[in-house]
């Protein structure tokens, strides 16, 4: 089963409320990696795990958080909300090394919208 | 820096005629780049890669893909279009630490009957 799932798919959120997104592989993915995608832009990478290690873009560093509680599990955090964070949030892994592709896997996505 | 700009936001075209969309990238390191195909409300899946070796590299579906070093491209076609095709295609550039890659803004393709 080569799926991720992310959960919830649509997520409507107040302003100033914390908002958690949760996605979860079972293919034993090293790697782990959260997008954000806005209307008519590019995918966006905010953060990645390799294994237990976060890694989180310089520009979103102070945005978001993240968790991956076991190799399944990763979790993605935002304190508190504002308008400019509705957007759709990707879900991605990818194998050790990327496998003999590279290919990362997706889910297909949780649609937050801020109010 | 690696940055991927992909001119086209739309392409529509009728069903059977070929395609090709658009990419071009800026790094100057090793060269990885890819295709995803996006179905509406469904996540985005592989379509094939360039690592090395033969600039033409083949896909899913009867897509294919010509990576052009002096033209810092890596164009996506098919020589005849079928409706489901309909998508939106995004390019994307590896990082050479870890498997992190970075898309372009992606291109709407619209097969019409």
């Known amino acids: 089963d080569t799926t991720v799932k992310q959960n919830p798919r649509y997520k409507l959120a107040r302003v100033g409320k914390p908002v958690n997104l949760i996605c979860s592989q079972t293919?034993?993915?090293?790697?782990m990696y959260w997008y954000q995608k806005k209307p008519n832009q590019a995918p966006k990478l905010l953060l990645f795990?390799?294994?237990?290690?976060?890694?989180r873009e310089a520009d979103t560093f102070e945005k978001f958080q993240s968790s991956r509680p076991n190799n399944s599990f990763c979790s993605l955090y935002i304190g508190s909300a504002g308008l400019e964070y509705s957007a759709m949030y990707l879900c991605a892994s990818s194998r050790p090394g990327g496998g003999n592709t590279g290919q990362l896997y997706f889910g297909e996505g949780s649609k937050l919208t801020v109010l | 820096t690696q940055t991927v700009s992909q001119s086209d936001a739309h392409v529509t075209v009728f069903e059977g005629d070929s395609v090709e969309l658009r990419c071009n990238y800026s790094y100057g390191g090793s060269i990885y780049l890819s295709w995803y195909i996006q179905h509406h409300g469904r996540g985005l899946q592989f379509l094939l890669k360039y690592y090395s070796g033969n600039p033409v590299v083949q896909g899913v579906n009867g897509f294919e893909a010509e990576f052009s070093k002096s033209d810092s491209s890596f164009h996506l076609r098919k020589a005849s279009v079928h409706w489901s095709d309909s998508a939106v295609y995004f390019c994307a550039v590896r990082r050479p630490n870890y498997n992190v890659l970075y898309f372009g803004s992606g291109t709407k393709l619209t097969v019409e009957p």
């Open positions: 293919m034993n993915h090293d790697t």
């Open positions: 795990y390799y294994d237990k290690i976060l890694n």
